[in-house]
């Protein structure tokens, strides 16, 4: 008796798991582990980082952070069960809309420490720019695999780059220097994915050492200021952090203090940096850093080990893409995680220069975790439909 | 039935391959570079940042400890404390020369009423006496400027408001020489061991009193350690060390004694307290002869004390120190060295009977004038006293008596009478718990002659020079408090008393936590009968017929000893002496007084030891002058 109750679930679950009725269930279960592992942290670490930031309601950004990642798993759920392949018709669609929000914003947005980059809804203030980098995605990844057979034209590089580069270069009026790099950095990964020769990217290299030499020597030098002041002291001071600690380098050295403080184990509830708010904005872009005060180098390894799974699946779920769309957009999604990861923590620990990029599904802001978990959900997506075509190459001849 | 995922698989090409090998590749290059620096931060360096970030959180913020009280010997204030409000320039933040400084200054003038000229002048003096301590711009200010200066924090950048405790010192010039001042601690004095655990920016005593007892009067400074903020607010306090007032310090002097030697010092040797052109300086001393406890002090001109709790003007710290008046800083009771004319006799005659010059009763004929060498040597008016003995030649000083023995102890037995003078505590400092006490000097032979032969002077030692000493002329240097231990020694028969104003270390109760009682210097051995001579001998001074002082003390109604001294100084008239002994089973005492151009000692300097000594002894104040014109 107890044998066959016990073996009832497992069959049931071999079989939802072999069927080819449901294949909303064959989503890739580490990168859910990663995604909800990532989700308990955030929410663990803001509960500690910001209990006394806002007087009278110690939970008030936990809250929010969870209603965030619970409509971010549900839009996630949801587009498992969408087949990808079919945003591809809507690229013009998609890449309207993004550019419609990103003027919308400049135009009428409200304004947070000098830049507009925002919506105020009536719940979450909604950034545009976030939810373009994967709209970007999905545009760039059609337009590629429309021109697939002319990936060799040097009109095909220049055009993909120049529908990357012109919301790029609305994020930069917001000012948002962090954001417009991930476009950049999902363009170059998506043409690099599809194939585009080695010599294109050489030819984009020079273009791009032109043009930052352009931007910090020549253009101020003839009285035009490309970058902000602020983001000029930002870029060059992690080179020299200490140099002007109360001003541009500041942010940097006190979360390098925090994460040094955190030692092996992290200090819990002792860690001064982000109680006393030496560590600014400790619950969105330096999230990281109270990872790495309150629970140390455990914590930080714990997290930063989620993220390699996270990037490791998407890998993986680009090799095992059905079409090439699917590969394009998984090479991008990868490629803007590893991205935020590495320029995020980077950040925090004085290596990479102050860009307010947020650590993906880490940092407190809804825009960024919705975005991020519908990422996801179409990398999921993905390999639910890869699946899909493998099971019906074993049955159907063609899809 | 279970598939392998793998087998499922699409194959790709090995070119999507290769590219994505390519992106896993970055992908770990970027993970390790990430987990290395988190190990070189967080393992590595993880001390370091721990410390960085304890620094960030708390800020010691000083509370200042109230120095300690200083009483007489009855319990009366000397010395206390009344708190003020400072503006002040915070030493760290102050802003260099430059515009930003000068805006700031300007920002400041309405409020501590100073001109940026002004100010700039102040910081460069506070900055240089104490490189890193707070500038003081203003003390004294309203709780108004406080407020006014708090409540803009960010107009006045570095501009603190502090609460200060002043030294107040409510009988202003009385005494004021002893009490020495207080101030920051300096860098050369934070590394002494007399201030070892002493944290910068702590009040010490700079001098006097204060120094000597500074490490009972400083009390421990409070600290209150506060965790701040990012934004420097105040986030919570760590356990507060409440600030530990000084230690009281109750002294041998008595207030209403010390009144009446600067009312005795003001009405018989003429000297003004304070100020005025040209003063006559004088000093008096009083003290216990059983033990050196000084009952009174006073140096003149004096001056207000509270001068001195005020950053002073440098054209009144100058003109404290002038010569031109009278230099009233200088404690003359302990660093005024002067011959002390007749008064030395005291040592001559002891010196001659130890010595065995003369027995008490070896008659000399005085005919007014002796002749030494080619010098002939008078008595004050060419009076001639005819035979006398050791008792009558104390009672009328008479100088040919002494030049004689001066003459005859002149080069035997080692210097016989620098010896005694020595031995008596001439010549060299008292010990008392001063620190400005000069020693004096006893001309000898080999201090002359080596400086003969250094040529700075123009002679070597001659017989003349012992026969100036023997009756306290000539190149003979001590001070008021010098001649009343040498004189309390003689009357103690050969205890040599060690002088102290502390008595008694008291906690803020008045307990006694510990008594001040410093052991007797050294013993001399003195013949019992040789001290009566002297005793008698200077109490017929005071009362017999003839005696230097009878007449001032005529009416006095108790038993006094006294010596006359007329100090001739070059340039000068006479400097007026005397010392009193006065016994008593219980309160006896010993007064030496000194008037500069007070003429001779009859004639304000005993006048003023008789006023002092009624005081002590409660009798009716009267101003006695005497007639005696005696060196």
Request: glycine share 10%; aromatic share 8%; net charge positive.
């Amino acid at each position: 008796m107890e044998a066959s109750a016990a073996r009832t679930p497992i069959h049931r679950r071999v079989e939802e798991a072999t069927g080819p009725s449901r294949p909303s269930l064959g989503i890739d279960p580490l990168l859910l582990l990663a995604t909800l592992g990532l989700l308990a942290c955030s929410i663990a670490v803001l509960a500690s980082a910001t209990k006394d930031d806002v007087a009278g309601s110690p939970y008030y950004y936990v809250i929010r952070q969870g209603v965030y990642a619970a409509i971010g798993l549900g839009l996630m759920i949801g587009l498992t069960r969408v087949d990808y392949t079919r945003l591809r018709e809507l690229k013009y669609g998609l890449y309207g809309v993004m550019i419609g929000l990103i003027v919308l914003v400049i135009a009428v947005g409200s304004t947070a420490r000098g830049s507009r980059r925002s919506f105020d809804l009536a719940f979450i203030s909604f950034q545009p720019s976030e939810i373009g980098k994967l709209l970007l995605i999905l545009c760039l990844s059609a337009f590629v695999v429309d021109r697939v057979r002319r990936l060799r034209d040097r009109d095909t590089t220049a055009r993909a780059m120049l529908v990357a580069l012109f919301p790029a270069m609305l994020v930069l009026l917001q000012p948002d220097l962090g954001t417009s790099l991930v476009y950049v950095v999902v363009v170059l990964a998506v043409l690099f994915v599809a194939g585009t020769p080695g010599r294109h990217f050489a030819a984009l290299a020079a273009i791009g050492a032109v043009g930052i030499a352009f931007t910090l020597v020549a253009a101020p030098a003839i009285g035009v200021d490309v970058l902000k002041p602020y983001q000029k002291a930002r870029l060059t001071a992690f080179l020299n952090p200490s140099a002007d600690p109360a001003n541009a380098g500041y942010q940097q050295n006190q979360s390098r203090i925090a994460i040094g403080a955190g030692q092996k184990t992290g200090r819990g509830d002792h860690a001064t940096q982000t109680r006393l708010n030496f560590l600014p904005e400790h619950h969105t872009d330096f999230v990281f850093a109270v990872v790495g005060e309150e629970y140390g180098f455990l914590g930080a390894s714990i997290v930063l080990s989620l993220f390699a799974l996270l990037i490791w699946r998407g890998l993986r779920i680009l090799t095992m893409a059905k079409n090439l769309y699917g590969a394009l957009i998984a090479g991008g999604i990868v490629a803007m995680l590893m991205f935020q990861v590495f320029v995020n923590v980077g950040m925090t620990v004085g290596i990479m220069p102050i860009t307010g990029v947020p650590l993906p599904l880490m940092s407190y802001g809804g825009s960024s975790v919705l975005m991020t978990l519908m990422a996801v959900g179409i990398l999921q997506s993905i390999h639910v439909q890869s699946r899909i075509a493998s099971h019906a190459k074993g049955r159907v001849p063609s899809l | 039935m279970l598939q392998l995922q793998e087998d499922r698989r699409p194959p790709i090409t090995p070119q999507l391959a290769l590219r994505v090998a390519i992106l896993a590749g970055v992908a770990l290059a970027l993970f390790a570079i990430v987990f290395f620096r988190l190990w070189y931060l967080q393992v590595l360096s993880g001390d370091k940042y721990l410390a960085q970030a304890s620094n960030n959180q708390v800020r010691d913020i000083v509370d200042p400890a109230p120095r300690g009280d200083i009483l007489d010997r009855n319990g009366h204030v000397l010395v206390d404390n009344r708190i003020s409000i400072a503006v002040q320039l915070e030493a760290n933040h102050v802003p260099p020369r430059g515009p930003a400084r000068t805006r700031l200054l300007h920002r400041l003038q309405p409020v501590v009423g100073l001109t940026p000229r002004r100010m700039e002048r102040e910081i460069a003096r506070q900055q240089k006496l104490l490189p890193y301590a707070n500038v003081t711009l203003k003390q004294d200010v309203s709780p108004a400027v406080r407020n006014y200066v708090l409540e803009r924090k960010d107009t006045f950048p570095g501009v603190a408001v502090n609460t200060v405790f002043l030294r107040s010192y409510p009988h202003k010039e009385l005494a004021a020489q002893i009490f020495g001042t207080v101030g920051e601690i300096s860098p050369d004095e934070l590394k002494a061991s007399r201030f070892r655990g002493v944290n910068q920016g702590t009040i010490v005593g700079k001098g006097g009193l204060e120094y000597t007892y500074d490490r009972y009067l400083r009390g421990k400074p409070g600290a209150t350690r506060v965790q701040v903020d990012a934004f420097g607010r105040n986030t919570g306090v760590f356990p507060t060390r409440e600030p530990v007032q000084g230690k009281q310090l109750k002294l041998s002097l008595d207030l209403d004694l010390q009144r009446a030697g600067q009312e005795a010092m003001s009405e018989a040797g003429g000297i003004p307290i304070t100020d005025g052109e040209r003063n006559r300086g004088g000093a008096f001393v009083a003290i216990d002869p059983r033990n050196g406890e000084v009952i009174g002090m006073g140096s003149f001109p004096s001056f207000d004390p509270n001068l001195f709790a005020k950053p002073l003007k440098p054209s009144v710290f100058k003109k404290l120190n002038s010569q031109d008046t009278g230099a009233p800083l200088v404690n003359r009771a302990t660093a005024g060295a002067y011959p002390t004319g007749s008064t030395f006799k005291v040592v001559t005659a002891l010196a001659a009977m130890q010595s065995g010059t003369i027995t008490p009763d070896t008659v000399v004929n005085d005919p007014g004038s002796i002749q030494i060498g080619n010098i002939v040597f008078h008595n004050a008016g060419k009076t001639a006293h005819g035979a006398v003995a050791m008792r009558d030649a104390l009672r009328v000083s008479s100088d040919v008596f002494f030049y004689r023995l001066g003459q005859q102890m002149n080069g035997i037995g080692g210097d016989i009478l620098q010896t005694w003078a020595h031995r008596l505590g001439l010549g060299r400092t008292t010990g008392i718990d001063l620190p400005e006490e000069r020693s004096g000097l006893i001309p000898s032979p080999a201090w002359r002659d080596k400086l003969y032969r250094q040529k700075l002077t123009d002679r070597p030692w001659s017989v003349g020079d012992n026969v100036n000493l023997a009756v306290g002329q000539g190149d003979l240097q001590a001070t008021p408090l010098q001649l009343a231990v040498a004189y309390s020694t003689v009357i103690n028969g050969g205890k040599v008393p060690t002088p102290h104003l502390g008595l008694r270390i008291e906690d803020g109760a008045g307990r006694l936590l510990q008594k001040v009682e410093p052991p007797p210097a050294r013993h001399v051995a003195i013949d019992p009968n040789y001290r009566q001579a002297i005793m008698d001998g200077l109490q017929q001074a005071a009362s017999a017929p003839g005696g230097t002082s009878a007449d001032v003390f005529a009416g006095f109604g108790r038993t006094v000893l006294g010596k006359t001294g007329t100090a001739e100084r070059a340039g000068q008239s006479d400097q007026s002496w005397y010392v009193a002994y006065a016994p008593d089973q219980r309160r006896p005492i010993v007064v030496a007084v000194t008037v500069e151009q007070g003429g001779f000692g009859a004639e304000s300097a005993a006048p003023a030891a008789r006023l002092i000594l009624s005081q002590w002894f409660g009798v009716q104040k009267k101003l006695v002058r005497g007639a005696s014109a005696t060196f």
